[in-house]
């Protein structure tokens, strides 16, 4: 089934995120893939406020590749970027499967650089940047 969330504006994004998380409801690998200031960041970072995470706690792991948040259940979550990866051996290095097979939610931004060892469970996010500068999230599940 397909499925779309229009954002059309900073100020709906945190609604935008509480609908996502009741529709992507079961899946626990989420991979954004968007173009380079699409949001993926800053629509993790509202996924995160959803769910209880402390905002200050919540940036982008560009350097270190992963972060770990707690949502107010104490429950991980786990935040990647691999934007910076240039081979799948780095993935691995930092124990992807690891982290990826704990049953924990696991945000992944720049997918396509690891698209190759992505379980076939994962659910594949789009977003697009429409011309007027709102946003689309697309996925089938």
Same mark, same amino acid.
């Given at each position: 089934? $397909?499925?779309?969330?229009?954002?059309? %504006?900073?100020?709906? #994004?945190?609604? @935008? @995120?509480?609908?996502?998380l009741k529709q992507i409801s *079961?899946h626990?690998?989420i991979?954004?893939?968007?173009?380079?200031? @699409? *949001?993926k960041?800053t629509?993790?970072?509202? +996924?995160?406020r959803q769910?209880?995470?402390?905002? =200050?706690?919540? %940036? %982008?792991?560009t350097?270190? +590749?992963v !972060?770990?948040?707690?949502?107010?259940? *104490?429950?991980?979550?786990?935040?990647?970027d691999?934007?910076r #990866?240039?081979? #799948?051996a780095?993935a691995?290095d #930092?124990?992807?499967?690891?982290?990826?097979? %704990?049953?924990?939610?696991?945000i992944?931004?720049?997918?396509?650089?690891?698209?190759? +060892?992505?379980?076939?469970?994962?659910? $594949?996010?789009?977003?697009?940047? !429409?011309? =007027?500068?709102?946003r689309?999230?697309?996925?089938?599940?």
């Amino acid at each position: 089934m $397909k499925h779309e969330i229009k954002v059309n %504006s900073l100020e709906e #994004i945190d609604a @935008a @995120a509480g609908e996502f998380l009741k529709q992507i409801s *079961g899946h626990c690998l989420i991979a954004f893939f968007a173009p380079m200031g @699409a *949001g993926k960041t800053t629509f993790t970072t509202a +996924i995160c406020r959803q769910l209880g995470v402390r905002e =200050d706690a919540v %940036s %982008s792991p560009t350097f270190a +590749i992963v !972060n770990e948040y707690r949502t107010r259940t *104490g429950e991980p979550l786990f935040h990647f970027d691999f934007y910076r #990866i240039e081979h #799948i051996a780095e993935a691995l290095d #930092i124990g992807f499967y690891d982290y990826i097979d %704990s049953g924990c939610l696991c945000i992944m931004e720049w997918p396509e650089k690891i698209e190759e +060892i992505l379980p076939e469970e994962t659910l $594949k996010v789009y977003i697009s940047v !429409n011309p =007027d500068e709102s946003r689309t999230l697309s996925w089938e599940d």
